[in-house]
C-alpha cells in the first residue's frame, strides 16, 4: 500500500497566488515526522519545512506552511505569494520511527507558475 | 562543512560494465542512504547504513552492493549494469530522528 499519496501530477498556479500541495500518508506509528522536499531543474533536493506528528502548531517556514490535519492524516503545503521560482518538483516524504529512520517518498507533484 | 558530496555528477555505461558511486559525508552523521529517482517518480531507497560498519537493504537494492568502512563515506556499487538501472542516484546522511536529511547533488547514470 502507498505510504505517501500525492494525487497531483501536475499543477499550475498564478504568480503572487497562493497554492497549497495535497499530501496524504499512512501509517499506524503515534511518532513519525513528514517533510516536504522542492527539486528545481537543475535537480538537487532542497528541504521546505518539517511537520513532526506530536507539533500541535502547524509549521512554517518564511512563504511555506504546512496544513497538518492528523486525524484525516494529510500534510498538505501551502505556498503563498507565489514567485517564478517556485516552478519545481515537490516531494512529500515521512520517516517513521524505525531504526533506519529512511524517508518514504510520494511521486511528487509538478508546479508551474504562470507570469 | 561541505555537506554530501557525491561523484560522478555523470556516467554513461554499458550494459555489464561495472562501477561505483562515491558518496561523502563531513557532518559525522551515522545515518547514510542511497536512493534512486526514476524519470516522473519519487526517490526509493536502495540499501541504507546506521553506522560504520552496517549496512541493510532498502526497497529496490537488487543489482546493487554497499560497504561502509568509514563514517563518512558510503559508496555504491553496481557489478552489471543492466537499462533498468538508468536513473539519477541520490545519496543522502543524517543524525536521525527528528534531523534533517541532507541530499547530495545526485549522479544521473544512463544505461545503453
Known amino acids: 500500500a502507498q505510504k505517501i499519496t500525492q494525487t497531483q501530477p501536475g499543477m499550475f498556479v498564478q504568480e503572487k497566488e497562493a497554492v497549497t500541495l495535497d499530501c496524504t500518508y499512512d501509517t499506524s506509528d503515534q511518532s513519525y515526522g513528514l517533510f516536504w522536499y522542492k527539486q528545481p531543474s537543475s535537480g538537487e533536493m532542497i528541504f521546505l519545512i518539517y511537520?513532526?506528528?506530536?507539533?500541535?502548531q502547524n509549521a512554517t517556514e518564511g512563504r511555506y506552511s504546512l496544513n497538518f490535519q492528523k486525524a484525516r492524516k494529510s500534510a498538505n503545503l501551502v505556498i503563498s505569494a507565489s514567485q517564478l521560482g517556485d516552478s519545481a518538483m515537490y516531494f512529500c516524504?515521512?520517516?517513521?520511527?524505525?531504526?533506519?529512520?529512511?524517508?518514504?517518498f510520494g511521486s511528487g507533484t509538478r508546479l508551474l507558475v504562470r507570469p | 562543512n561541505t555537506g554530501v558530496t557525491q561523484t560522478p555528477k555523470f556516467r554513461i555505461l554499458k550494459i555489464g560494465q561495472s562501477m561505483t558511486l562515491q558518496c561523502t559525508q563531513d557532518?559525522?552523521?551515522?545515518?547514510m542512504y542511497w536512493y534512486r529517482q526514476d524519470p516522473g517518480m519519487g526517490l526509493k531507497l536502495i540499501y541504507y547504513?546506521?553506522?560504520?560498519?552496517?549496512?541493510d537493504k532498502g526497497e529496490v537494492p537488487n543489482g546493487y552492493n554497499v560497504s561502509r568502512s568509514t563514517t563518512e563515506d558510503f559508496p555504491l556499487r553496481l557489478e552489471l549494469a543492466a537499462p533498468s538501472q538508468t536513473s539519477v542516484y541520490f545519496c543522502?546522511?543524517?543524525?536521525?530522528?527528528?534531523?534533517?536529511?541532507?541530499f547530495g547533488p545526485g549522479t544521473r547514470l544512463t544505461v545503453l
Open positions: 511537520q513532526g506528528s506530536y507539533d500541535e
Open positions: 547504513s546506521v553506522g560504520a560498519g552496517i549496512t
Open positions: 516524504a515521512m520517516r517513521e520511527k524505525d531504526s533506519s529512520y529512511k524517508l518514504i
Open positions: 543522502a546522511s543524517s543524525k536521525g530522528q527528528g534531523y534533517l536529511e541532507f
Open positions: 557532518m559525522n552523521h551515522n545515518y
